[in-house]
């Protein structure tokens, strides 16, 4: 007889499947569809999907996880509004319980035309670390309804998750650098990665992708990494490889 | 007794002062890092403490340091460290507030935080939580370099101090649902991400340490009518320049 898994070791088990695709190279958007899916089975919502996002009009849904989801995100593409769009405008999340009684003044077509569509609730996450805007997670239910507090925790370490599956892949995919997963960063890996945009000159998601690369080439953590930098023991000439 | 609060009318005016600085604030546009910036400095100058910090759930069961009335890198790791172990886990998990009046006896009951707070000079520590209805949404985190408890009255102004900071967090929009706060909860733990980031920017590009770098960002927010956050956010996109930060006034150690 098998117990069934709580949802700390389905996340778990989730964050492991992440971590060991972003380590051995594999990390494609299979690991993506594993991050979403988890998403329906631990909350209580319909579906979910996860775009990478590069800027307020380049977006692209690497998954969705069903019809709804794939319409909601269509649906603001060609509009161009909607709350993934205003999560990423305003880099926090934009989280509709009840979409019929949202007065929608914010996205008034998107309002208009999703309420042709059973969708009740709409939760939208940027992913992000700080300055660097990676792509969003998107939620929604068919019946309104808000989460409960250990929900929201549970929905925020996905959160995490995706956002370190797409760092991974995008840094991957672009400038083939090697990324190591880590768990969430001290204040010195922010200033750090703050450091390298002034010294080497490039934005901040490469910036980020240096200082993990660095890290994984001398076989050292981040953490330590970043500390050489603020303090001075090291300089951002001596990270570029 | 403390560093010495101001006293008597004195006293009694420079907290009127803050108190209506603070609601001039809160019902403009305004910045959440930048209100909780003011207020820590305002419960240095206020209570009469060394250092003030202020941290918030980041509702992964865990706390995140959002604002520090000083942002030197060790007093902000101090603030950080709490997350595990410390006055402020204890007061974000029983929302009492917890004093410890003499940290020299508080090694067995904090065997990382005591001696890391000793080193940097600290001789009492308080925390006062953050409430909201029937949640704890974080901490505000008291360090004197004298031991001692807060009398009644600065008890008081800590716990008005931190009341406005629950108000600031929860912004413009009516307390009416959860999510609402993990909006602003969620926007806030970002906000300070990228204000690290603009500060190792501005540090590296300026030559200053990480508190004058905070001030040059500071500054320049203010000059602008901006956002802390903003400014911030700009830097560290590549959008603004960190010479037109640095260059308009002469940066001068604090």
Same mark, same amino acid.
């Given at each position: 007889m098998s117990v069934p898994e709580s949802p700390e070791q389905t996340?778990?088990?989730?964050?492991?499947?992440?971590?060991?695709?972003?380590?051995?190279?594999?990390?494609?958007?299979?690991?993506?569809?594993?991050?979403? =899916?988890?998403?329906?089975q631990l909350l209580p919502v319909d579906g979910a999907s996860i775009s990478l996002v590069g800027g307020v009009r380049t977006r692209e849904a690497l998954y969705t996880g069903d019809e709804a989801s794939d319409r909601i995100q269509r649906l603001q593409e060609s509009l161009g509004e909607g709350p993934s769009y205003e999560a990423y405008e305003r880099r926090r999340p934009t989280l509709v319980p009840d979409l019929a009684a949202d007065p929608g003044t914010r996205w008034p077509v998107f309002a208009t035309e999703i309420g042709a569509y059973p969708v009740g609730a709409i939760f939208a996450f940027p992913l992000q670390r700080g300055a660097i805007t990676i792509g969003a997670l998107d939620l929604y239910r068919?019946?309104?309804?808000?989460?409960?507090?250990?929900?929201?925790?549970?929905?925020?370490? $996905? +959160?995490?998750?995706?956002?370190?599956?797409?760092?991974? !892949? =995008?840094?991957?995919?672009?400038?083939?650098?090697?990324?190591?997963? %880590?768990? !969430?960063? =001290?204040?010195?890996?922010?200033?750090?990665?703050? $450091?390298?945009?002034?010294? %080497?000159? +490039?934005?901040?998601?490469?910036?980020?992708?240096? !200082? =993990?690369?660095?890290?994984?080439? +001398?076989?050292?953590?981040?953490?330590?990494?970043?500390?050489?930098? +603020?303090?001075?023991? %090291?300089?951002?000439?001596? $990270?570029?490889? | 007794?403390?560093?010495?609060?101001?006293?008597?009318?004195?006293?009694?005016?420079?907290?009127?002062?803050?108190?209506? #600085?603070?609601?001039?604030?809160?019902?403009?546009?305004?910045?959440?890092?930048?209100?909780?910036?003011?207020?820590?400095?305002?419960?240095?100058?206020?209570?009469?403490?060394?250092?003030?910090?202020?941290?918030?759930?980041? #509702?992964?069961?865990?706390?995140?340091?959002?604002?520090?009335?000083?942002?030197?890198?060790?007093?902000?790791?101090?603030? #950080?460290? #709490?997350?595990?172990?410390?006055?402020c886990i204890e007061s974000f998990r029983t929302g009492d507030t917890v004093t410890a009046a003499d940290l020299s006896t508080t090694t067995d009951r904090w065997p990382v935080f005591t001696p890391q707070a000793l080193e940097q000079g600290f001789l009492a520590v308080h925390a006062v939580p953050l409430r909201l209805r029937g949640n704890v949404i974080g901490t505000l985190n008291l360090f004197n370099q004298r031991p001692g408890a807060l009398s009644a009255e600065d008890a008081k102004v800590a716990r008005a101090l931190a009341d406005i900071a629950t108000i600031g967090i929860l912004q413009e929009r009516t307390i009416r649902h959860g999510e609402v706060l993990t909006e602003q909860l969620q926007g806030a733990l970002n906000s300070r991400i990228t204000i690290e980031q603009a500060k190792g920017l501005l540090a590296h590009a300026g030559?200053?340490?990480?508190?004058?770098?905070?001030?040059?960002?500071?500054?320049?927010a203010r000059a602008q009518h901006t956002g802390l956050s903003d400014i911030a956010h700009r830097l560290a996109s590549g959008q603004l320049p960190p010479g037109s930060v640095l260059k308009p006034g002469r940066v001068d150690s604090t």
């Amino acid at each position: 007889m098998s117990v069934p898994e709580s949802p700390e070791q389905t996340l778990q088990r989730v964050w492991t499947a992440v971590a060991a695709s972003i380590g051995d190279g594999s990390g494609g958007t299979e690991v993506l569809a594993l991050v979403g =899916r988890v998403c329906t089975q631990l909350l209580p919502v319909d579906g979910a999907s996860i775009s990478l996002v590069g800027g307020v009009r380049t977006r692209e849904a690497l998954y969705t996880g069903d019809e709804a989801s794939d319409r909601i995100q269509r649906l603001q593409e060609s509009l161009g509004e909607g709350p993934s769009y205003e999560a990423y405008e305003r880099r926090r999340p934009t989280l509709v319980p009840d979409l019929a009684a949202d007065p929608g003044t914010r996205w008034p077509v998107f309002a208009t035309e999703i309420g042709a569509y059973p969708v009740g609730a709409i939760f939208a996450f940027p992913l992000q670390r700080g300055a660097i805007t990676i792509g969003a997670l998107d939620l929604y239910r068919r019946e309104p309804g808000w989460l409960s507090a250990e929900e929201v925790t549970t929905a925020l370490r $996905i +959160v995490d998750i995706a956002t370190l599956a797409l760092l991974a !892949l =995008r840094v991957d995919s672009l400038h083939g650098d090697w990324v190591v997963a %880590l768990p !969430l960063e =001290r204040a010195q890996v922010h200033q750090a990665t703050g $450091i390298l945009i002034s010294g %080497l000159g +490039v934005p901040a998601e490469r910036a980020l992708a240096k !200082l =993990r690369a660095h890290a994984f080439s +001398v076989g050292r953590m981040v953490d330590e990494i970043a500390d050489d930098l +603020v303090s001075g023991r %090291l300089a951002p000439a001596d $990270i570029e490889l | 007794m403390n560093n010495a609060p101001p006293s008597g009318a004195r006293r009694e005016s420079d907290l009127v002062g803050a108190f209506v #600085q603070m609601a001039d604030t809160l019902v403009d546009d305004y910045d959440v890092p930048e209100v909780l910036h003011q207020l820590a400095t305002h419960c240095v100058n206020l209570i009469g403490i060394s250092a003030a910090g202020l941290l918030l759930s980041d #509702q992964r069961g865990s706390l995140q340091l959002v604002a520090s009335s000083n942002e030197r890198t060790r007093l902000l790791e101090l603030f #950080q460290l #709490q997350a595990d172990e410390g006055p402020c886990i204890e007061s974000f998990r029983t929302g009492d507030t917890v004093t410890a009046a003499d940290l020299s006896t508080t090694t067995d009951r904090w065997p990382v935080f005591t001696p890391q707070a000793l080193e940097q000079g600290f001789l009492a520590v308080h925390a006062v939580p953050l409430r909201l209805r029937g949640n704890v949404i974080g901490t505000l985190n008291l360090f004197n370099q004298r031991p001692g408890a807060l009398s009644a009255e600065d008890a008081k102004v800590a716990r008005a101090l931190a009341d406005i900071a629950t108000i600031g967090i929860l912004q413009e929009r009516t307390i009416r649902h959860g999510e609402v706060l993990t909006e602003q909860l969620q926007g806030a733990l970002n906000s300070r991400i990228t204000i690290e980031q603009a500060k190792g920017l501005l540090a590296h590009a300026g030559g200053l340490d990480m508190e004058q770098a905070f001030q040059a960002l500071r500054r320049f927010a203010r000059a602008q009518h901006t956002g802390l956050s903003d400014i911030a956010h700009r830097l560290a996109s590549g959008q603004l320049p960190p010479g037109s930060v640095l260059k308009p006034g002469r940066v001068d150690s604090t």
